[in-house]
């Protein structure tokens, strides 16, 4: 059974009314919907969106009790607004953003997200999608390799990485296997950083991860969906698992936020009206305890803020 991270956490920031409408944008195995699911009366919805029908269909499963309560949809987050008014929820009181692959995606060898174990490089999300990690690696230069490496993965051996995969692709035919991925980016570090950072392939599997699902691009975004959708007073709360995406996460909620970016000493040139109060000044992280018990909680970052201005209706509504 999949085990929600920082759930007391998020339940506390989401402060869940029980005839409230929230969204699980991110449903995945239904940990987190399950546990706002029990908060709410029969008056109360929860609208849980995901993108990868098997990660649906094990939620639906899990949910089965609250279903006169769920509706769930199979749709990119990035579809958000578009999403709810198909619901008829066009606003809403919550939404909670678990930007995490769940265990059992990791580590189905069909997906070929884990560097552990042979399986197929796809690392799709959502398999209406064209774009997989095979193709990547094995069509996309030395040059597009290393960024894709670098930027997305922060990896500081991303050129001797993506020189050595355009040599064994050349030398030895497609590079199609999970493990085969893996032991080429190992030998590509240098034996002296092998063991330093944990495993020399996990920076590159990130990286194909968010550059085969647009995944920075989609949290840029939904984040402003997010807000427009919040009635005043409603809340978001965001968790995600390394800095590429927390920083985002971060930047986005200080400037909505009103936060005056101006140099100090001059006169202030910020225009607007702040749509945000950040909850959390510093990103909430897993306890001891819970690490303890799920150790993929130990990166886990969540960041909450609560919707401040008020709607503008237009004329005749």
Not at 216 to 243: E, K, M, T, W
Request: charged share 30%; aromatic share 6%; glycine share 8%.
């Amino acid at each position: 059974m999949h085990l929600p991270v920082l759930e007391k956490e998020v339940l506390r920031y989401l402060r869940i009314r029980d005839e409230g409408v929230y969204v699980d944008a991110t449903v995945g195995d239904g940990g987190h919907a399950e546990a706002i699911a029990r908060g709410l009366s029969e008056k109360g919805r929860l609208i849980g969106i995901d993108w990868d029908s098997a990660a649906l269909e094990r939620a639906e499963s899990r949910l089965a009790k609250y279903s006169a309560r769920l509706i769930l949809v199979h749709s990119d987050y990035t579809r958000l607004k578009e999403v709810l008014k198909e619901t008829g929820y066009p606003l809403v009181d919550g939404i909670l953003i678990d930007l995490g692959a769940s265990t059992l995606q990791l580590m189905d060898p069909d997906r070929g997200f884990s560097f552990h174990q042979e399986g197929d490089l796809d690392m799709r999300m959502d398999r209406r999608r064209s774009l997989t990690a095979k193709y990547i690696i094995n069509e996309y230069s030395a040059e597009q390799l290393a960024e894709i490496f670098f930027r997305f993965g922060e990896e500081r051996w991303s050129k001797r990485i993506a020189a050595r995969i355009v040599r064994e692709r050349e030398q030895k035919g497609p590079i199609t296997g999970s493990r085969q991925l893996s032991e080429i980016t190992k030998q590509a570090v240098p034996a002296r950083y092998r063991r330093q950072g944990g495993h020399p392939s996990r920076k590159v599997f990130q990286a194909l991860r968010l550059a085969v699902n647009q995944e920075l691009d989609n949290i840029s975004a939904v984040l402003p969906q997010a807000i427009s959708c919040l009635f005043p007073g409603g809340r978001i709360c965001v968790i995600s698992y390394h800095s590429l995406e927390d920083r985002l996460v971060k930047h986005y909620f200080r400037e909505e936020s009103g936060y005056c970016s101006c140099p100090p000493g001059r006169p202030c040139l910020c225009e607007g009206e702040a749509a945000l109060t950040v909850l959390t000044s510093k990103a909430v992280k897993p306890s001891d305890d819970e690490i303890n018990s799920n150790p993929r909680a130990r990166s886990a970052r969540l960041r909450a803020a609560e919707r401040l201005i008020k709607l503008q209706k237009k004329d005749g509504e």
